[in-house]
C-alpha cells in the first residue's frame, strides 16, 4: 500500500533551471494539494486540486504551475528555478471534498529541493 | 480566507508533565480544525479533528483537544508527556462553506525535559 509518493526525495537545481517535483496516489483521492515547509514558516499552500481537470492557487502560487489530468497525479513544476525556492515540499491528499471541504490530508515524505 | 495563529514557536516541558499548545483560528464560518505531528525528517501525521458536535475531541497518542468558538481557540492538551512526544506540532484550519484548503499554522516545536 504505496499511498503518497513523491519523487524525487533530494534535488540540486541551478537558479534558472525547470523540474517537475512528482505525486502520485493509490487511494482514489479527489483533493490534492501541494505544500511548501521552510523554517519558522509552518507549511504553505502552494496549489490544489479537488478533482481531475481542476487547480487553484493557494497562499504562495508564485513560481509554480500544476496540473490535474488524472485522477491519481498532480505534478509541481518549476519553469525558472529561483534560490527563494529551496525548501522542503509535501503532497497530501485527502478523500473528502466538495461542498464539506477537505478532509484529513494524507502526506507523501517529501521532496527536498534545494536551488543555488 | 482562514488563517492559523500558533503563538508559542517553541516550548520545553518535563517528562510526565502536563502540556497545552495553543491554537487560534481566523474564520467566518464554523471551521473544521486539525492539529498534525510531525517528527524530524518524517510527514505530518494527523492527531484529531474536528468537524462539528462534540466540542472535546479526543486522538491518538493520549492527546485530546477543545473546540471554543467564543476564543476561536482550539488548544491541544495532554496530561502526561513522554519523551517520544518530542516533535513538531501543526495546528490547520479548513473551510466548511466550499471545497478548499487547509491552512496550516506555523508550528511549535515541543522539547522534553527528562
Known amino acids: 500500500n504505496a499511498g503518497v509518493t513523491q519523487t524525487p526525495k533530494f534535488q540540486v537545481l541551478k537558479t534558472g533551471q525547470s523540474m517537475t517535483l512528482q505525486c502520485a496516489q493509490d487511494?482514489?483521492?479527489?483533493?490534492m494539494s501541494w505544500y511548501r515547509q521552510d523554517p519558522g514558516m509552518g507549511l504553505r499552500l502552494i496549489h490544489y486540486?479537488?478533482?481531475?481537470?481542476?487547480?487553484d492557487q493557494g497562499e504562495v502560487p508564485n513560481g509554480y504551475n500544476v496540473s490535474r489530468s488524472t485522477t491519481e497525479d498532480f505534478p509541481l513544476r518549476l519553469l525558472s528555478a529561483a534560490p527563494s525556492q529551496t525548501s522542503v515540499y509535501f503532497c497530501?491528499?485527502?478523500?473528502?471534498?466538495?461542498?464539506f471541504g477537505a478532509g484529513e490530508l494524507f502526506f507523501g515524505e517529501g521532496s527536498r529541493l534545494t536551488v543555488l | 480566507a482562514q488563517s492559523v495563529t500558533q503563538p508559542d514557536i517553541h516550548i520545553t516541558v518535563s517528562e510526565g508533565a502536563s502540556l497545552e499548545l495553543r491554537c487560534n483560528y481566523s474564520?467566518?464560518?464554523?471551521?473544521?480544525l486539525f492539529w498534525y505531528v510531525q517528527s524530524p525528517g518524517q510527514g505530518l501525521q494527523l492527531l484529531l479533528k474536528?468537524?462539528?458536535?462534540?466540542?472535546l475531541v479526543q486522538g491518538i497518542k493520549g492527546f485530546e483537544a477543545e473546540f471554543k468558538r467564543s476564543q476561536s481557540s482550539f488548544n491541544l492538551r495532554k496530561p502526561s508527556v513522554h519523551w517520544s512526544d518530542a516533535a513538531e506540532y501543526f495546528c490547520?484550519?479548513?473551510?466548511?462553506?466550499?471545497?478548499?484548503?487547509?491552512?496550516f499554522g506555523s508550528g511549535t516545536r515541543l522539547s522534553i525535559r527528562p
Open positions: 486540486s479537488v478533482g481531475a481537470g481542476i487547480t
Open positions: 474536528y468537524f462539528s458536535g462534540d466540542t
Open positions: 487511494m482514489n483521492h479527489e483533493y
Open positions: 497530501a491528499t485527502s478523500g473528502t471534498s466538495g461542498r
Open positions: 474564520y467566518g464560518a464554523t471551521p473544521y
Open positions: 490547520a484550519v479548513g473551510a466548511s462553506s466550499s471545497a478548499s484548503k487547509i491552512i
